[in-house]
């Protein structure tokens, strides 16, 4: 049994992490985040001490270390433009860091967390979950398997509706969250690279707070992608049945069926980084320079413009 900190408790994805160190048998032992509203942790570990302050989170953690009392990884759900610090704590303490995505938000900070990877002597893991999921997983092989000389045509919709508060939070704060396409469609890009190859060209259509579009071609695939929490960017024949998100990506025409099996994959990726087989820092590098350039790539009004811009 391994003992865990929880930093970012009171967040969005932290049950899921919570979850994952229950499913895995394993402990939660010290948690913190400077809101309070924590009350999911009494169903999986009720007993976990818990901090709002960091200095005393900090302070508790030094104690455990003089009772000789291991902590062998910290799981970070906290903003994103935190995770670097966070993880650079982590291994200062000894321990493994597990990383939500993104893991950073600038290529050049992974170059930072690789040197005192290397110091430290610890691992430094993120959550790349669709690559364990079975559909994309059964994808990869059979795109590997092909040997097609044209690229695939896709295209990627992903509409996840979020109301006023998404401005108000860190979310709403590119300077903090990286903006929506770093926010909501890192992983995507991260599936799309390890699917289909290295990036070529990356031309973005459309940035705006609430929604992004643009144009990705990667070794093998041509892909044109849209982003957005507007909830009228939803399909009205979605809206109509009382949905909110609408998720879709077609491959030369054929719609990947991946609207199931997600529930269990935070678990699947803590199996694996126990087993030290988790993903890290090279295996992000990609996905981390595709959403820099997108926040710092000139706007172009032309070329293969997905068809919910077109509209």
Known sequence: MKNFALLGAAGYIAPRHLKAIKDTNNNLIVALDKF????VMDSYFPNT??????????????????????LDYVSICTPNYLHDSHIRMALRRGADAICEKPIVLNPWNLEALSAIEQESGKKINT???????????????????????????????????????????????ESKSGGIATNIGVHFYDML??????????????????????????ENARVRWYLSIDENDVPKSIREIGQKT??????????????????????????????????????????????????????????????????
Do not use: C, M
């Open 193 to 218: 690279a390890w699917v289909f190859g290295e990036i070529q060209e990356n031309i973005v259509h459309l940035r705006d707070k609430n929604k992004a579009s643009g144009f990705l071609e990667f």
């Open 246 to 311: 609408y998720r879709s990506i077609t491959i030369d025409g054929e719609e990947l069926e991946f609207s199931h099996g997600f529930t269990e994959l935070h678990t699947k990726s803590y199996k694996e980084i126990l087993v030290g087989k988790g993903f890290g820092l090279q295996d992000v590098r990609s996905s981390i320079n595709i959403v820099h350039d997108i926040r710092n790539s000139e706007i172009i009004k032309y070329g293969e413009i997905h068809p919910f811009l077109k509209g």
């Open 36 to 39: 309070d509203s924590v009350g």
């Open 49 to 70: 001490d818990f901090f709002v302050e960091f200095e005393r989170f900090d302070r508790h953690v030094e104690k455990l270390k003089r009772k000789n009392i291991p």
């Open 127 to 173: 959550i790349l979950q669709l690559r364990l999921h079975e559909s994309i997983i059964k994808l990869k092989q059979k795109i590997d398997a092909e040997d097609k000389q044209e690229k695939y045509d896709i295209d990627l919709t992903y509409i996840t509706s979020r109301g006023r508060w998404y401005d108000v939070s860190w979310k709403g704060d």
